[in-house]
Every structure is written in structure tokens, then in C-alpha cells.
């Protein structure tokens, strides 16, 4: 389905938070109902949406019932499951993206972007997502502009390599500086770089109903780091979650 751009471009945005939240796990076994110090990652994640007054509404994006009656509890609204054809492991973003996207413009033309908020994120801020909505504001400059959020790198990608065979290998990145290969300089002496993380990302309505890349043409590079990254993917990220909750009273 594509939806025909306006020629006229408006900065003024009205935002809708997605929290997706498939089932099926495998790691950690119903990891959307984890309770981290009293509340679960979904919880968590519409807790955080709904404390934002730029965010006008909360839509929780899942293949489950019981997850889609766990949102209704805490105040999301859902447009129905998803189909289980584009909940799979091997599922992208894009697919359910579109589909639930198509759901909104059919009930209410009036929203332009939309947050992404994983509930593998628990320690994820309003105060943090507000920022990122002013510098979303601050930055866009089309219905192309999205923004994602980034942590720096601890190992530089410069340094990977690639199997060829069981005798051969080759460097990922064949980038050289000075004539020497990225692999045999040191992390300080490189350039920055960064990788996406779980946290949020903005993205343009209309951009995904007319086929763009999620990660879209223009991307605003959100900086953030710490606790407030943290994605839950593994029994061990779990451990630590609720050492961090319990330390620090989150």
C-alpha cells in the first residue's frame, strides 16, 4: 500500500509510541512478562510512554493475547495481533512496522511519527526520551528524517574479519589510514564509531507507508549510554537487570 507525500512540508509532529512485544522467546522463556522490582517489561515500557505528554497515544504491537490484555491493563491500546506470518524470529522491524502503520492511517491520519520503545529496554527514561523528542524536533527537516539511538563502540569494527574458508580470512572493513590496514592501529588512533542500540528510535508514518527504510534517508544520531541501554536478551542481561533494580531502587 503507498501513500502519496504532501508536497507542503509541516515540522509540526503529533507522536504515537509502538512497543512491540512478540512472543515466543527462546533465551528467556515469556521475556515481555519478566518482572524486574515489582513491574514487567511491559509495564515498564508503557509506564515510560505514558509519562511523556508529547506522545499522544500508546499502541502495544504483539502476536500474543495475553500480551496484548497485559497492554490494555496498563493503558496501551492495540489494533489487533499481529499476523504470526511477520512475528517470526527471523521477522524485520519493517514488516510489522508497515502493517501496524497501515492500521493507524486507517483510523486516525493525524499522526506523523511514531516511537519505537522495547520493552528489553527497562531502565529506559522519560527524561531521556523527552531529550530525544526536542532534538527530533530541533533537527528534522522532512517526512524523511528519523533518529535512532547509538552507543559508542567498544570494539572498533575496523579490527573484525570475516571467514572466507577453513584456511582463509579477510578483514570486514579493507579501510586503511596512512597506508597501514585499520586492523593494525590502535582503538584511540581510529575514527568513532557507533552501534544502534534497543532503546528508541523515531521514525516517519507516512515514510514506512511509502516503502522507506526504517532506519530512513536522513538519520539524527541520538548519543546515550549507561544503565538506560541496557537490552535484555540473555538470562545473564537478566541477572544483571535486577541487580541493577535493586541497587538502585529502579
Request: charged fraction near 25%; hydrophobic fraction near 35%.
Amino acid at each position: 500500500m503507498v501513500f502519496l507525500m504532501n508536497n507542503k512540508y509541516s515540522k509540526k509532529s503529533k507522536f504515537v509510541a509502538f512497543i512491540p512485544a512478540r512472543s515466543g522467546s527462546k533465551r528467556i522463556k515469556n521475556k515481555n512478562l519478566t518482572i524486574i522490582n515489582g513491574r514487567n517489561l511491559i509495564q515498564r515500557a508503557i509506564d515510560c510512554a505514558k509519562n511523556i505528554n508529547d506522545i499522544s497515544e500508546v499502541v502495544l504491537s504483539t502476536d500474543s493475547k495475553v500480551y496484548e490484555d497485559m497492554g490494555f491493563k496498563y493503558g496501551a491500546k492495540s489494533y489487533g495481533l499481529r499476523p504470526k506470518s511477520i512475528s517470526n524470529d527471523t521477522s524485520s522491524d519493517k514488516e510489522w512496522l508497515l502493517w501496524l502503520c497501515e492500521k493507524l492511517y486507517q483510523k486516525d491520519k493525524s499522526f506523523t511519527h511514531y516511537l519505537i520503545m522495547r520493552p528489553t529496554s527497562p531502565f529506559r527514561s522519560s527524561n531521556l526520551v523527552k531529550k530525544a523528542i526536542d532534538t527530533f524536533n530541533e533537527s528534522l527537516k522532512d517526512e524523511f528524517t528519523t533518529l535512532r539511538s547509538i552507543s559508542k563502540t567498544k570494539e572498533h569494527p575496523g579490527k573484525m574479519w570475516v571467514k572466507l574458508s577453513e584456511d582463509r580470512m579477510s578483514r570486514l572493513i579493507p579501510f586503511a589510514k596512512e597506508g597501514i590496514p585499520w586492523s593494525d592501529h590502535s582503538y584511540s588512533s581510529l575514527p568513532q564509531t557507533y552501534i544502534q542500540n534497543a532503546c528508541l528510535e523515531i521514525g516517519s508514518i507516512k515514510g514506512i507507508l511509502n516503502n522507506m527504510p526504517s532506519s530512513g534517508y536522513t538519520t539524527i544520531p541520538f548519543i546515550c549510554e549507561g544503565i538506560e541501554v541496557l537490552d535484555i536478551n540473555t538470562p545473564e542481561d537478566l541477572v544483571y537487570a535486577n541487580y541493577i533494580a535493586k541497587n538502585l531502587g529502579i
